[in-house]
């Protein structure tokens, strides 16, 4: 009787919700999020049974304090960073950790619904623990996971686990969806830095967008508690139409627990990757290059009334490059940036038509240093800035122990170093506090 009965509230609670707006298009997400999740558990077993187990016992030693995370001390750390700004500083990459979204975003082909399913794919995590050894000797220290939607995957908490264990500053980037329910494991992992999704400046815009209805609340329910678990919690904004007026973004994000914005630049054409975020068809990243400028310096201008962690030299050399006109930065994609899919395919950058290697090559596999400045993939143009010194001083030693004085003066007073130390140091209330928590 008494299931009966729960199983009557579960029919009314559901029909509500369906007869609400946005409704069915957040019943069907969660039903294809579950799906979805199941299809990887039992593949995932089926693959690597003895990995599988080993992997979870791992991570549940880590929950319950049996077996405390193995991080490198911060001596350790300050000794590897110098070692490594002898060879141009630290490399970063961005790992998809799936095809699979739960979102029906306007203007990124992963929405759901857009792959057929039987070409969804996750990564493999039992592989994932040698892919990030290659990855950290080859210089990589940080590491962003993102999708799809990488709360998707049912192992992102050993994921996320497995790359902080190694010293590599990681973060991740959901919509948010699933971050209540998952936020307690994602802070067992160790994860110190989150992205959420945000596409306008009223949650109505941002939901309908997304086709997830109630998405703001189950965001403000996740930063609400992020503070106090140590976390720092990132808008992350793609530039699009939906955005009328930049400056209502600050009262905004600061509403739903936000302590900074980073902006996604609008992929308006087809990525050469295994990438999906971008939209060729979207009216809602249909910019001109005219009002792409005028998005770019309002961007700027948000800079006073809210923390904005894309680079001012980054964003004034995207405008150059709209313009036509010569930029300060060349994009390090390929030497210090890098991006991995779900399949250990490895590339210079998400926008590169053609793949570096498979990452189980990509310690033999030389580095890509040609001064490339074709996109503004904000995922690599922007880290390429801030990169900037670091690669600097690494030139400026090759060249004393080459004996080639002249050119290394000449390197290491080129002005934009100060440009990219500034780039380095703006923001820095939230840049520290993310430098001091990994």
């Known amino acids: 009787m008494r299931d009966l009965v729960v199983l009557f509230i579960h029919f009314i609670a559901t029909l509500a919700r369906l007869l609400g707006p946005g409704g069915a298009r957040s019943i069907v997400a969660e039903s294809l999020l579950l799906k979805h999740q199941l299809l990887i558990l039992n593949r995932s077993r089926r693959r690597s049974p ?5 992997l979870k016992k791992h991570f549940s030693a880590h929950q319950k304090g049996i077996l405390p ?19 141009g500083g630290p490399a970063l990459c961005n790992v998809a950790v799936t095809n699979s979204c739960n979102a029906t975003c306007d203007f990124c082909n992963f929405a759901n619904g857009k792959i057929p399913h ?15 050894q290659i990855l950290h000797g080859r210089g990589i220290r940080y590491v962003s996971f993102f999708g799809g939607e990488p709360l998707l995957h049912p192992y992102i908490a050993e994921i996320v686990a497995l790359s902080i264990e190694k010293g590599m500053g990681t973060a991740l980037i959901t919509n948010g969806w699933l971050l209540p329910a998952k936020l307690d494991e994602l802070v067992g992992s160790g994860l110190k830095t989150i992205y959420i999704s945000i596409d306008a400046a009223s949650i109505d815009a941002h939901e309908a967008n997304r086709g997830l209805k109630r ?3 189950r965001i403000r329910a996740a930063t609400a508690r992020m503070p106090r678990l140590g976390i720092t919690p990132i808008a992350q904004v793609t530039m699009s139409k939906l955005i009328k007026n930049y400056h209502l973004l600050a009262p905004f994000l600061r509403d739903l627990g936000f302590e900074a914005v980073a902006f996604s630049y609008p992929q308006r054409t ?3 990757s295994s990438s999906l975020a971008w ?3 979207s009216k809602l990243v249909d910019f001109t290059d005219r009002e792409l400028i005028e998005a770019f310096e309002a961007v700027d201008e948000l800079r006073t009334a809210f923390p904005v962690n894309n680079p001012h030299a980054s964003i004034a050399d995207m405008k150059r490059h709209l313009r036509g006109e010569s930029e300060h930065f060349v994009c390090y994609g390929g030497y210090k940036s890098f991006y991995m899919d779900w399949n250990f395919d490895v590339w210079r950058c998400d926008a590169w038509r053609e793949r570096m290697c498979s990452v189980w090559d990509f310690d033999k596999t030389p580095f890509v240093r040609d001064g ?11 880290s390429s800035v801030m990169l900037h010194f ?6 400026t030693l090759d060249g004393i122990c080459e004996g080639k004085l002249v050119a290394t003066l000449k390197t290491i007073a080129n002005t934009r170093n100060l440009e990219s130390l500034s780039a380095v140091f703006e923001n820095a209330r939230v840049r520290s506090r993310l430098a001091r928590t990994g």
């Open 118 to 132: 039987k070409d969804l794919r996750w990564i493999d995590a039992t592989r994932l623990d040698a892919a990030l």
């Open 270 to 272: 087809r990525l050469g």
């Open 372 to 382: 490339c400045t074709a996109c503004i993939a904000d995922c690599y143009r922007d």
């Open 279 to 281: 939209s060729d068809t």
């Open 69 to 87: 995370l193995s991080m490198p001390t911060t001596r350790a750390k300050i000794w590897d960073m110098l070692r490594l700004l002898r060879h």
């Open 50 to 54: 003895k990995s599988f187990a080993k």
């Open 215 to 217: 998405l703001g609340e």
């Open 390 to 395: 670091a690669v600097s001083l690494g030139d």
